[in-house]
């Protein structure tokens, strides 16, 4: 059981992220790519070719040891704050302090019987390790994470708006109430079913509450206390758009090998209109980036750009439509 102690101050500081984070949904990815359940089998048996078809292979056993599915995992693999670029969010990983890897490896090297020893290269901090881990996770979230990351952005991020809603009409106690099953509002502590006894003191730091789509049984707070206050919720979902037959040739992960994953990712969101903030959101990167993006689409024909009032709109063309569907 984990029990989260509030005080008055920290009902009033509770905040519900409107996006995944990008580092807590790879880690939580791993944990369903080794381990999964069976809601995400469509999505595990499609990123298991395209990772062996990728032969990237000892980037994933790197990370699967590094992010267990167990009871702990070192808490630098998903960085304080609440981070949506990738790039952001690994460059954060690979500047953990050396004190700090040191201490969070060794815990996660006290836990395994047989420790590989390149954990204590990253441990000790040294470049060359640090490097490893961060192609690892720039390729790993390019080859099973971009082709799905703007359907589970939206996904979580309808929820988390519908929680904000239910906090502003009718306050964090009630928001607090709704998390699921396995969590359980009991003034003034939050219980949530967890695989270890813990207690987490808020002593008026607040909660940030942020939607997980790959989050699964539980809700999962950082194994250290002291660290920013964070939650991560399971969203209800619906699965995962998962290509057909017909759209993976070629408009499927043939799409992604004639575009790149990433402008692939955007194509398929702009179904409908977003703005270039959001397009960045969805894709998980800066609003130059998303924009740069759009642009290259625009010039092919493939997406239309008109403004509304302060920002601009990006919307799929027919020809990009075609494309997607793989017509």
């Known amino acids: 059981m984990l029990r989260i102690h509030f005080s008055g101050t920290d009902l009033g500081r509770v905040r519900v992220a409107s996006q995944p984070d990008v580092m807590w949904e790879m880690v939580l990815s791993l944990h369903q790519l080794v381990r999964p359940h069976a809601f995400f089998a469509p999505w595990n048996r499609l990123a298991r070719k395209a990772l062996t078809e990728a032969e990237i292979g000892q980037d994933v056993h790197l990370l699967a040891t590094l992010a267990p599915n167990s009871s702990y995992f070192p808490d630098f693999l998903t960085p304080s704050g609440h981070i949506t ?3 952001s969010g690994i460059d954060k990983v690979m500047s953990t302090g050396r004190q700090r890897l040191r201490a ?3 815990r996660l090297v006290d836990s395994r ?3 590989p020893s390149w954990l204590d ?3 000790a901090g040294r470049p060359r390790a640090l490097r490893r881990l961060g192609n690892a996770l720039h390729r790993y979230h390019t080859t099973v994470m971009a082709p799905y990351a703007s359907d589970a952005a939206e996904r979580a991020g309808r929820e988390a708006a519908r929680f904000a809603r239910r906090a502003l009409d009718q306050g964090s106690e009630a928001l607090l109430s709704s998390l699921g ?3 359980r509002w009991r003034p003034p502590k939050l219980e949530v079913d967890y695989p270890v006894t813990r207690h987490l003191r808020l002593d008026g730091r607040g909660l940030l509450l942020i939607p997980s789509h790959f989050c699964h049984d539980h809700p999962i707070a950082l ?7 964070v939650l991560i919720y399971p969203v209800a979902r619906g699965p995962l758009w998962i290509p057909s037959t017909a759209e993976l040739e070629p408009g499927g992960r043939g799409l992604d090998e004639l575009i790149g994953s990433t402008r692939a990712a955007a194509l398929r969101s702009l179904d409908t209109a977003h703005s270039t903030t959001a397009l960045a ?3 998980c990167t800066s609003a130059a980036t998303a924009s740069r993006h759009a642009a290259a689409l625009r010039r092919a ?11 601009v709109l990006h919307t799929r063309t027919t020809l990009g439509t075609s494309l997607v569907h793989g017509r």
């Open 113 to 115: 019987p047989y420790p």
């Open 121 to 123: 290269d990253i441990g």
């Open 181 to 183: 099953p396995s969590a």
């Open 223 to 229: 194994a250290d206390p002291e660290l920013p206050p």
């Open 85 to 87: 670029v990738v790039g």
């Open 301 to 311: 024909g493939l997406v239309i750009t008109e403004r509304a009032g302060s920002c």
């Open 281 to 283: 959101t969805l894709l």
């Open 104 to 106: 969070e490896i060794g």
